[in-house]
């Protein structure tokens, strides 16, 4: 079969379709014969050398994919044919996946195949974070960092559905007027206003930040944080390391949490993935949350998708078209 590695680290143009063996599913696992793969920026981070995939998973790129079951345990439900999405901890970017039946949800109704790739890693990253971690609920306000991005897009829309108040950054009016599309209150441009000065004008503070740039927003962050916040820290674009104002995080009796996904245990994973199908799926399906597809790239374009996709001009998801 046709599949994607990095033939070493660096920019996009180390990405390689290479042959490989056909997965053979494990006991309890699903096999899909892949239609597109999502591109996400823990694919960015592998290719660059700095997020390697967990121990004993393939090389191969890409963490969600959708596609058809081409087979299946027989207790699981899933019928050969049927359209349905996987999170992975690698090997997306492929004609074929092998995976946990419990990592495997159907496509919701009203969705594309294709359009549908985008959605299993945004969806459990999510729901994870803001439900589970940081307890989002009806009337927090909620600051979103990269909220023209994937997760961003994401995120704006499920909080704006839980009855949140969400503000995002963004880097240009485009963007910002692509979030207030998407149910965001308002937009600050990170490039030409203090983000942390402006949440506190718009809504007194946040009550939850979702943050995928890193150690250089964490002393703004902090700041930006209301009485009781949450800082949830789920991307490192922009540095690992950084200071804390204790003092500042003890006075405001905040917490700062830090998660990843890929590496959870399975049955973390299965968990998340029941919750993504009882709360957000019904989501998708009323049409509260939309599949946001920026650009769609061949299989064996993509370095030139990796491009695109480094280039921060992308408005919500970019995927491979493999099938």
């Given amino acids: 079969m046709r599949a994607v590695i990095a033939s070493q680290s660096g920019g996009p143009e180390v990405l390689e379709a290479v042959d ?46 959708s596609g058809r079951v081409a087979s299946a345990p027989g207790n699981s439900g899933l019928r050969e044919g049927e359209e349905a999405v996987a999170l992975l901890a690698s090997g997306g970017y492929a004609e074929q996946v092998a995976v946990d039946e419990g990592l495997v949800l159907p496509v919701p109704a009203g969705v594309s195949l294709e359009d549908a790739a985008g959605l299993p890693e945004v969806a459990a990253t999510v729901y994870s974070n803001l439900v589970l971690e940081a307890g989002l609920k009806a009337g927090d306000r909620l600051l979103v960092h990269g909220g023209s991005g994937g997760i ?49 004008e718009l809504m007194g503070g946040a009550d939850v930040i979702l943050d995928v740039v890193g150690a250089a927003y964490l002393e703004k962050n902090v700041e930006a944080l209301a009485t009781g916040g949450r800082l949830v ?24 949490i830090g998660t990843t996904l890929r590496a959870r245990p399975l049955e973390e994973k299965r968990q998340i993935m029941a919750g993504v199908r009882e709360t957000v799926w019904p989501l998708v399906e009323e049409g509260r949350i939309r ?12 370095s030139e998708a990796h491009a695109y996709f480094d280039s921060g001009r992308h408005r919500g998801k970019v995927l491979l078209r493999v099938r």
Avoid at 291 to 302: C, G, K, Q
């Fill in 233 to 256: 820290v789920i991307g490192l674009q922009k540095g690992s390391r950084g200071e804390l104002n204790l003092g500042l995080l003890m006075g405001k009796r905040a917490r700062v």
């Fill in 291 to 302: 599949v946001t597809t920026d650009r769609v790239f061949p299989l064996d374009e993509a």
């Fill in 20 to 65: 490989r063996s056909a997965p053979v599913p494990g006991e309890g696992q699903v096999l899909l014969d892949v239609a597109a793969a999502g591109v996400n920026r823990a694919d960015v981070q592998q290719r660059k050398g700095v997020y390697p995939p967990p121990a004993g998973e393939s090389d191969v790129l890409g963490l969600e994919v």
């Fill in 152 to 200: 961003g897009s994401f995120a704006i829309q499920f909080a704006a559905a839980l009855g949140a108040r969400v503000v995002a950054t963004v880097s240009s009016e485009e963007k910002a007027e692509h979030c207030r599309r998407l149910g965001a209150e308002a937009a600050i441009d990170y490039r030409t206003e203090d983000f942390a000065e402006r949440i506190g």
